[in-house]
């Protein structure tokens, strides 16, 4: 399979989509890319298990390499292992129920479209890409739209948080740039993430580069302390951009620290380790009690987004594959079930014109379908099993717990403490919008649209996949985890 | 006495000194471009007596020289214009009063 | 062996039965949902009993010993070699009984709510939930993997939140479904750091395998386990208290007790499937399973267990005999009950004669579900004809409701332990075995039962005798009788089971160990408790068959007493208080004080910072030509003095 399409598509797309002449075009053909890019992705998966059961044990498949700057080393390297092809399958979950929720989106359709397409080219030529220049600069291609989504789109003070998730974004870009530098002149001149695996930098190096790029990289998977970007660029974004922005870039600073970080630089995570568990069990704690007093149903979420990435990172700071493993899961799980919870949001608010907890009241009356996903999608944030949330939070607390020393045995307690903690704001916030009588005001509300109900269907069977049968998701990401952590095993 | 390099570098300079002193100091714009003519000038003076005092035998200094005048008068073409420009919408050639492209 | 379709058969149908429910019920099976419901619901229970017959009586024993077996195993996560969570069956004698305890309610409660809510919007819904209850409560007791059994306690956690939620819009059921579920929830937490404990050492999540290694004196995971310890406790012993924890939540034991009386807000038949028979006891089940580890390893933890037990029971019955609601009453004698069965796997010892506790823990749990669930439903029945809950709202309605009337009496009578009801011959095995075993908690127990005589006939005579009844809303509804042969049949099927469940001999079948266990009866033993009962109900007699003051006269002579019991001892009172004030107002709003001023303060910050430096340094861009060619001179000549003096 040629990976160079996985952009080429969205590229494409989004050509397309900006020569229409209608917004009904605009919308059909954006549908159609993104539906397209999904089958592709599935298609990925299946092609990718098949070569891996007939035995193809290499480290990354279907990889291609063509110099794009010679003088610097410059490769446009592709190529996918189990972990990036779980990614692209969420990115393209995700991509597809965010252009159907913005069906109705009038303002600046082409344009907002043919953002959203940009930026989803953006995460899946990161997830593909090899070499740390390309993977940079599809970084980029990522951030950026979502200024301008944010921007011009957006609801409330919309400028205030564009600015602030741009430029806390590109700090953290700025990190991972200068880290990235160090690394091509300490590990031989290159960029590619598999030379760079065989050499070995020099200590000193590894213990510089880490914190810059786990830090950088930190800074988009809400890494405590520099998350204030979340809550608000969440809730001034508009439906689509909440789901990419929790959906996929959070999950592109998750993937960058594992991928990047932690397996170019294994000495420096073992260095850094305990104070990368610190931050996130911190981020577990604090984030779940900053939700609960929250009264903004996009609050809610994105605290508790900062909650359950908290995981990701616990799960790559505890070093064991198991844990891993989890925190790839957990990354796809909360990719899902976020992405799903802010569409359910979107609905909810296109009708009530509120997202206040306390203004609303007995909606599962009047919108049942919504209101079952909002329950569904909520006992799957508090880890109800069956979905997916249970499955990433138990495999990262397995994992956790093969360390056996105190320091670690009390930042895994801390992290399930907030499976207590998280019940209590899941179900403060069902139980104020959903239950409880409802408001004169809301008697007419309508129920979810066909655009809507499919989407969040999209999305639903997603989370029931993997919550069901967890098994192929397990398959699919522990060989790169235990990739990953051999070369943990071997550093000192 | 016959004239050597140093009398003529030290017009040269004191051209140069002039110039500048008379760009910094003068609110007109014409005076202004009058003032980067002698700078112009002083370094032609240079060019030309490092030419003839130094490498005798080459042509370079000459040359630039030209180049410079050349340049020299395109300037001042564009700067009349421009300054034309200033004087329709300020009705002033005054530099202090053109101060509109700040922070 | 047993048919592993068949076993499946019997989780999965309830399971279907939840999916069509829930995905067409509501647009197309608004009137056949109950129907259809019960009928997989009877299929599953034909197959439950088919399993549980061929279990006992054919396959299950050899060399007298009833064996573990696992028809049916799927890998279904696996996390590292040894540790993976399977999806399997284990049947054993109490996965047996249990099997028919949880699908034979769950019939009787399908059955009963074709009449308890005809007519309500949604039926299917509700429906629904049940088969998800079913599915997950039947899914619990099968498992064969300790985070298999996690899975569907959560579930079981959820199905229970959701029906007790069912009336929606009634702010006190919302209340009350998000209390149970937070509580249990806070348990479930103790239960899986349990579990993470006991993972780590021995190494695996299976159930057969993790008995196995946990009780044998030379395995290297069991000395492992011993020799850490943390706070002078071993390991293994805090892993078997935290998990008990996960348990003592579920099953309502004090002091995770709170959400049970709330959870009453639910619909009766749900109170009496979940709340009463089942779900309840999955606590004792869940120490049960484990019982091995417990008796062998950690006899510590289950000294815990037996004083927990002890103490809820006591409790609870204190509390039950001043509370007004019946179904709160209900509700706290069957916390009491499932002290007694908690207390009685507590004095148990593993093996042989000594396991007696066992044994009578599982008796009691079998015959409690059995009259709990008939007290439930009867209830209903009267709650159904009355439209109140209260106490002070009924009396004399034995003429109006004859069938209920009987049925009640025989459950009161057999939880009353009265011969020759079911609760009689449990509950005397529980006092023998306590008596053997613990001197303490045998006498608090003979305490608990006198008083659980008490308030159940104060109960009982207080709904069915004392004054008449006038009905308050005559002319609103009218009287539609005892709702109908599907309310009644369930009540006179289960009051069958309430008499004559006693005379199974259930030792034979389930016991510690897996061999036959023969109870002996002991006349002058069972004197004691059967007087202490019969003055219980003689008494409730005395004071609450006719109308009078002398219970009010009571009441204020022991005034503190009694408002302390009324009120439950505070407790609700003291979470309340640290959830409020503690959790929300010393944690929740610093947290959320701390991140919009602090952290975000300093992003902002930053943000400033950089706005008025700018402001500062601005002013350097005057517009000025002749300033910037100053700028540059200086620069030049600058450069130019590095240059010639410095650069050397």
Known sequence: MNLLLLILIPLLTAVAVFMMQNNNQVRWIAFFGSAIQLILSLGLYVVY???????????????????????????????????????????????????????????????????????????????????????????????????????????????????????????????????????????????????????????????????????GFGVFTALFPFHTWVPDGHSSAPTAGSMFLAGISMKLGGYGCLRVATYLLPEGAKEYANIILLLSAIAILYGAFATMMQKDLKYINAYSSISHCGFVLLGIGMLTKVAITGAIMQMVSHGLMTALFFAVIGIIYERTHTRQVNEMGGLLKVMPFTITLLFIVGLCSLGLPGLSGFVAEMTVFVGSWENPDTFHRIVTVAGCMSIVVTAVYILRAIGKTAMGPLKEEYNNLSDAAWHEKLATIILLVGIIAIGVAPFWLNDLVSPGAELIMQKIQMAK | MEPGLYHLLFISAALFFIGVYGFLTRRNLIAMLMSIELILNSVNLNFIAFNKYVWADKLDGLFFTIFVIAIAAAEAAVAIAIIINLTKNFQSIDVEETEEMKY | MPNATYMMLIVLLPLLSFL?????????????????????????????????????????KINGVYQKLIPFNYLWLAFSEGLSINMGILLDPITAMMLVVVTLISLMVHIYSLGYLKGEERFPTYYAFLGLFTFSMLGLVVASNIFQIYIFWELVGVSSFLLIGYYYEKPSAVAACKKAFIVTRFADLGFLIGILVLSFYAGTLDFNTLIQRLTSPESNELKSALAASFLGISALTWGMILVFVGGAGKSAMFPLHIWLPDAMEGPTPVSALIHAATMVVAGVFLVARLFPIFAISAPDALEIVAYVGAISALFAAIIACTQTDIKRVLAFSTMSQIGFMMFALGVSKYGGEEGLGYTASMFHLFTHALFKALLFLGAGAVIHYVHSNNMKDMGGLRKQLPITHFTFLIACLAISGVPPFAGFFSKEEILLAAFQHNQTIYWMALITSGLTAFYMFRLYFSIFWNKSYHPHHEDEHGHHGEGGFVMMMPL?????????????????????????????????????????????????????????????????????LYQIAYHKFYIDEIYLFITQKILFNCIGKPAAWFDKNVVDGLVNATGNTTQVLSEKIKKIQSGKVQEYAVYFLVGVFGLAMVFIYMWK
């Open chain 1, 49 to 215: 298990t098949n070569a891996r059961n007939h035995g193809d044990t290499a480290q990354m498949l279907f990889e291609q390499n063509m110099p794009l700057f010679k003088s610097w080393n410059i490769n446009l390297h592709l190529g996918v292992d189990g972990i990036s092809v779980a990614m692209i399958m969420l990115t393209a979950f995700v991509v597809v129920a965010g252009v159907l929720m913005s069906w109705k989106m009038e303002k600046m359709t082409k344009e907002f479209y043919f953002l959203l397409i940009l930026l989803s080219m953006g995460a899946y030529g990161f997830f593909i890409s090899l070499d740390l220049f390309v993977l940079f600069f599809f970084l980029e291609i990522a951030v950026i739209p979502k200024y301008l989504l944010i921007g011009v789109w957006g609801s409330g003070k919309k400028e205030y948080s564009a600015n602030k998730l741009a430029l806390m974004l590109m700090t953290g870009s700025a990190l991972v740039l200068v880290g990235m530098f160090i690394l091509y002149f300490g590990g031989g001149k290159s960029f590619d993430i598999l030379q760079l695996a065989q050499t070995t930098i020099p200590t000193w190096t590894q213990h510089i580069c880490f914190p810059l790029l786990f830090v």
């Open chain 3, 20 to 60: 069509i429910m829930g995905l067409f019920g509501r647009t197309y099976l608004k009137n056949t949902a109950g129907i259809i419901s019960t009928c997989l619901s009877f299929l599953s229970t034909c197959l439950a009993f088919y399993t549980a017959y061929g279990y006992f009586f054919e396959y299950g």
């Open chain 3, 492 to 560: 006179v099927l289960l009051s069958v089971g309430a008499c004559l469940a006693g005379f199974i001999p259930f030792g034979k079948f389930v016991s510690s160990d897996g061999t036959a266990l023969v109870s002996e009866f002991h006349l002058q033993f069972s004197i004691a408790p059967v007087a202490l009962g019969l003055t219980g109900i003689f008494t409730a007699l005395f004071l609450y068959k006719t109308e009078n003051d002398k219970p009010d006269k009571m009441a204020s002579t022991l005034r503190a």
